[in-house]
T-cell receptor
Framework: LAKTTQPISMDSYEGQEVNITCSHN???????ITWYQQFPSQGPRFIIQ???TKVTNEVASLFIPADRKSSTLSLPRVSLSDTAVYYC?????????????FGTGTKLQVIP | GAVVSQHPSWVICKSGTSVKIECRSL??????MFWYRQFPKQSLMLMAT?????????EQGVEKDKFLINHASLTLSTLTVTSAHPEDSSFYIC???????????????FGQGTRLTVV
């Protein structure tokens, strides 16, 4: 299983862009990179998923270099409500279904 | 988007009793569901994979006789914590991926979690 490494915590002021980088050195050829957000006492919520280069949706962008050994989640102009734990995951296809293994996550604290 | 619902959201039980947690996929069918446990300030730990119509697959170190999993239909999986002890107190979360779409490029949908407190 591809292991992910990301910073334990980050602080940011409101309105700033936040970039969270994750390393996944032994990612397999067909694995996808997925990011989830989790608020306290809630289940994780899907943010974005990508395979290579850049993916953008209404809430975030995901940058993946050519070697795919790392990825960066970019949150534009964060607000206080973005304070949460962000998990970088490598989606493993195990026996035909999706098995998701969580790393430590990055606790983002947005400061007024 | 797809919805996965857990019930109950929280439960308090006495030590030695059993507690059942339900996980339902409300608008899609899921041949496979996953159960996680999360202790305070820690990440989610995968406990087991629940397979519709067959036995669950447990992760190393998870006692299958203590955490009974039943996946009787394509929309329901249950986790029963048997003979609960205070150390079983945790946040339990399930997830599912739609049948027929499961694969590496499919997001998993998570329930809202169940807070279990054993006293």
């Amino acid at each position: 299983l591809a292991k992910t490494t990301q910073p334990i915590s980050m602080d940011s002021y409101e309105g700033q862009e936040v970039n969270i980088t994750c390393s996944h050195n032994n990612i397999a050829t067909n694995d996808y990179i997925t990011w989830y957000q989790q608020f306290p006492s809630q289940g994780p919520r899907f943010i974005i998923q990508g395979y290579k280069t850049k993916v953008t949706n209404e809430v975030a962008s995901l940058f993946i270099p050519a070697d795919r050994k790392s990825s960066t989640l970019s949150l534009p102009r964060v607000s206080l409500s973005d304070t949460a734990v962000y998990y970088c995951l490598v989606v493993v296809n195990s026996g035909g279904y999706q098995k998701v293994t969580f790393g430590t996550g990055t606790k983002l604290q947005v400061i007024p | 988007g797809a919805v996965v619902s857990q019930h109950p959201s929280w439960v308090i039980c006495k030590s030695g009793t059993s507690v059942k947690i339900e996980c339902r996929s409300l608008d899609f069918q899921a041949t496979t569901m996953f159960w996680y446990r999360q202790f305070p300030k820690q990440s989610l730990m995968l406990m087991a994979t629940s397979n519709e119509g067959s036995k669950a697959t447990y992760e190393q170190g998870v006692e299958k006789d203590k955490f009974l999993i039943n996946h009787a239909s394509l929309t329901l999986s249950t986790l029963t914590v048997t003979s609960a002890h205070p150390e079983d107190s945790s946040f339990y979360i399930c997830s599912a991926a739609p049948a027929g779409r499961a694969g590496r490029d499919t997001e998993a949908f998570f329930g809202q979690g169940t807070r279990l407190t054993v006293v």
